[in-house]
Each structure stands twice: as structure tokens, then as C-alpha cells.
């Protein structure tokens, strides 16, 4: 059974930084591509950033908002992706979402403040 389980949201004044962790069990990360997405009104889901599988070269892509300030990595050993944010905006405000991209299987979700 595939599970992916976010965590590392909360409250941050801008420009602080923040990084998130999502563990996948059932699944190894290395052989997916892995994405994190954000939520936008209309409920719907925004791609914030991507890493390829390994075969795919481990390539990333970024959402123009916010290349330069986010970092997406991988730890295979730790089954474990993270998005690594700094120089954070009020409007980068948002549930985060972990995902295997092209897929059904989701995260539940973590929030993230940005607010003074």
C-alpha cells in the first residue's frame, strides 16, 4: 500500500525559510517521479516543483514563481523527498502536497504561513 506522508509546514515571517519532508512507504521514490504541489482557489493543485526517476536522470523543474528560492531533493536511502524553501513570500501561502507525479497517490497535506 502506497503512502506518502508530509510533514515541516507551520508559520514563518517573510523571507524565513522552511523545508519539507515527505516519506513514501509502499513505494521506492527512486524509480518516480516525485512532485510536490500547492493548492490555488478553485481547489486546485498547483506544480510547485519535480525530480525525475533515476533513470530519467534525476532531473528537476520548477514553477517559474518560485525557482531561485526552492530546492527540490531526494534521499533514497530515507525513501524521502524534500522542498527546501527559502526567501519565503506571503504569497507562497498554501497547503503543500507531495505526490507521485502521474499518479492518484497523494499526501494529506501540510500548511504553510507566510505572515508577518
Known amino acids: 500500500q502506497v503512502q506518502l506522508v508530509e510533514s515541516g509546514g507551520g508559520l514563518v515571517q517573510p523571507g524565513g525559510s522552511l523545508r519539507l519532508s515527505c516519506v513514501a512507504s509502499g513505494v521506492t521514490i527512486n524509480d518516480y517521479e516525485m512532485a510536490w504541489y500547492r493548492e490555488i482557489p478553485g481547489n486546485r493543485r498547483d506544480l510547485v516543483a519535480s525530480?525525475?526517476?533515476?533513470?530519467?536522470?534525476?532531473?528537476?523543474t520548477y514553477a517559474d514563481s518560485v525557482k531561485g528560492r526552492f530546492t527540490i531533493s531526494r534521499d533514497n536511502a530515507k525513501n524521502t523527498v524534500y522542498l527546501q524553501m527559502n526567501s519565503l513570500k506571503p504569497e507562497d501561502t498554501s497547503v503543500y502536497y507531495c505526490s507521485i507525479r502521474y499518479s492518484n497517490f497523494w499526501g494529506q497535506g501540510t500548511q504553510v504561513t507566510v505572515s508577518s
Open positions: 525530480v525525475s526517476s533515476i533513470r530519467d536522470g534525476s532531473s528537476t
